[in-house]
């Protein structure tokens, strides 16, 4: 079992649509991030939030610390957002600190 | 701004050569990790760093070494390169818990 689980793998929503992208976790974590990826393209940090909400332009990112669980929200989704969406935690285990850990990512298509 | 940055985006190399992906970060962070991404896999740690000439393995250390003479500059080496080893690398640096920034990535290609 993976030790950060993303749902959806594959998203495909119409232009305007409101898009949730959800992350689980299992372990003790100091921090979560969402990343981006476009096709071809490098990693780009979205947001990072360990604690509430954080919103940004069109994006918003929540954190529930209790249930070990976040979610990546789009407002009016439009196809420039089109990318594969990753979740990341950052914690203390394994021996080392700030040991990162991935999701495998969300791969989203906005269609026009 | 943080930057972590990878010394080349593309990079396409024979199949035995030696290689080496460096990444440079400016914010005196103490931690530096090395990934690789493949599809379906998402992102697997290679190695990471914890302090200039300490390092540990990660997940799939096999087929790489690092090197971290300075604090600034991770490199990662693929002793013996393999077309297994064809993925796209990506190098991220902390300071402590909530600091985690990332390099643009280095797709390599063992032809």
């Known amino acids: 079992k993976n030790e950060v689980e993303q749902s959806p793998q594959n998203l495909t929503a119409q232009e305007g649509e409101f898009i949730t992208i959800n992350c689980s976790y299992s372990?003790?974590?100091?921090?979560l991030h969402w990343l981006q990826q476009h096709p071809g393209g490098g990693i780009v940090s979205l947001f990072m939030?360990?604690?509430g909400k954080k919103k940004h332009g069109r994006l918003i990112a929540t954190i529930n610390i209790q249930e070990k669980h976040s979610s990546l929200h789009i407002t009016a989704s439009h196809p420039r957002d089109s990318a594969v969406y990753i979740c990341?935690?950052?914690?203390?285990?394994?021996?080392?600190?700030?040991?990162?850990?991935f999701g495998t990512g969300t791969l989203l298509a906005v269609q026009p | 701004d943080v930057k972590v940055t990878q010394s080349s985006r593309y990079l396409v190399k024979r199949t035995g050569e030696k290689v080496f992906l460096e990444c440079v970060q400016d914010?005196?962070?103490?931690?530096m990790f090395w990934y690789r991404q493949d599809p379906g896999l998402g992102l697997r740690l290679i190695y990471f760093?914890?302090?200039?000439?300490?390092?540990e393995k990660g997940d799939i250390p096999e087929g790489y070494s690092v090197s971290r003479e300075k604090k600034e500059r991770f490199s990662l080496i693929l002793e013996s390169a393999s077309t297994n080893q064809t993925s796209m690398y990506l190098c991220a640096s902390s300071l402590e818990w909530d600091k985690a920034t990332f390099g643009s990535g280095t797709r390599l290609t063992v032809v």
């Open positions: 990341a935690v950052t914690g203390n285990y394994g021996g080392a600190t700030n040991k990162l850990i």
């Open positions: 914010m005196d962070h103490e931690n």
């Open positions: 372990v003790g974590i100091s921090a």
């Open positions: 939030l360990s604690s």
């Open positions: 760093s914890y302090d200039v000439k300490m390092k």
